[in-house]
Nanobody, 125 residues
């Protein structure tokens, strides 16, 4: 059974930084499409960033501020978040799908197959 475990969330003031991590168990991140999503109370889930097949993609709202990366030797996905804003406050989820089609096609934004339990990010003004 695939397990995705996020860590690194917390509370930070606007303008600050956080790095989220997602460790995948029994899953090869090297051949997957992986992504970060977020959901704030009362709002729809948003695809934040994805990585797979040597390409990455970002939501317009985070471009230039967030960076997604992966250490395939450690089966770990990261999301470096800089210049955080109060509107970035949300529960952040790591997700993955086998193969890279979702990343190549852009369909990752609609969701992926496996999900972590989430980590809370709170940005205060």
């Amino acid at each position: 059974q695939v397990q995705l475990v996020e860590s690194g969330g917390g509370s930070v003031q606007a303008g600050g930084s956080l790095r989220l991590s997602c460790t995948a168990s029994r899953y090869n991140t090297n051949t997957a499409c992986m992504g970060w999503f977020r959901q704030a109370p009362g709002k729809e889930r948003e695809g934040v960033a994805s990585i797979g097949s040597f390409r990455s993609a970002y939501a317009d709202s985070v471009k230039g501020r967030f960076t997604i990366s992966a250490d395939n030797a450690k089966n770990t996905l990261y999301l470096q978040m800089n210049s955080l804003k109060p509107e970035d406050t949300a529960m952040y989820y790591c997700a993955a799908s086998p193969g890279t089609y979702a990343c190549v096609s852009g369909s990752w934004r609609n969701g992926l197959s496996f999900w972590g339990q989430g980590t809370q990010v709170t940005v205060s003004s």
